[in-house]
């Protein structure tokens, strides 16, 4: 993220002050929005799971939170002036306590329930891929190159490897970037139809 950040300054030291939305007609400063823009639509959808949406897929319990869940009850009942801090000690000290053969029951159990979000997820995973924009000629251009020049020229920095892309778009036969051109706009109009979006 702070090499993405520092590329991103770079390009904006290079245009004029007056012209900051210049940034999205320079290649490789295009490169750094796009993937700026698909980290920060990672942190929107964390930052709202952690605000409970409806949509929001809890995390699994560990095996302690399972034998918290089932012993704590009684341990508050034992204890009704405990307060919470020395109440929590206490269930930590009994787990830590717990021979293996106890503990089992409560880590299959929540190998289970971790199975079971997994799986979860990728379906909600493959939902939101489904429903989601169309990316436009170049950005899906980018997501489709970026990653597979990262990975077969694992030494380049992250510049080296935006100008490798941005060339590589620029020997893209015109003719190619306007069939894609004509795609996306087809796919827009079908996404927009079906999530009722106006343009």
Known sequence: MAASSAVLRACRRSLPVSAPRAVSRVPSCRVVMFLNEENQVKKTRKTADKKGGEDKIKRAPSPFNLYFQAVFPEVKAKSTQAKAPE?????????????????????????????????????????????????????????????????????????????????????????????????????????????????
Do not use: C
Not at 108 to 122: D, G, I, N, T
Not at 130 to 152: C, G, L, M, T, W
């Open 87 to 199: 109440l929590l000690a206490t269930v930590s000290s009994m787990w830590k306590e717990l021979p293996p053969s106890e503990r089992a029951p409560y880590e299959m159990r929540s190998e289970q329930l971790k199975s079971e979000v997994r799986a979860k997820r990728e379906v909600a995973k493959a939902e939101a891929k489904k429903n989601a924009r169309p990316a436009a000629p170049y950005s899906a251009f980018v997501k489709d190159h970026f990653h597979e020049i990262q990975q077969n020229y694992p030494g380049l920095s992250f510049r080296e490897i935006s100008s490798k892309v941005s060339a590589a778009w620029k020997e893209v036969p015109e003719a190619d970037k306007k069939a894609m051109s004509e795609q996306y706009k087809q796919q827009l109009e079908q996404w927009r139809a079906k999530h009722q979006v106006s343009a």
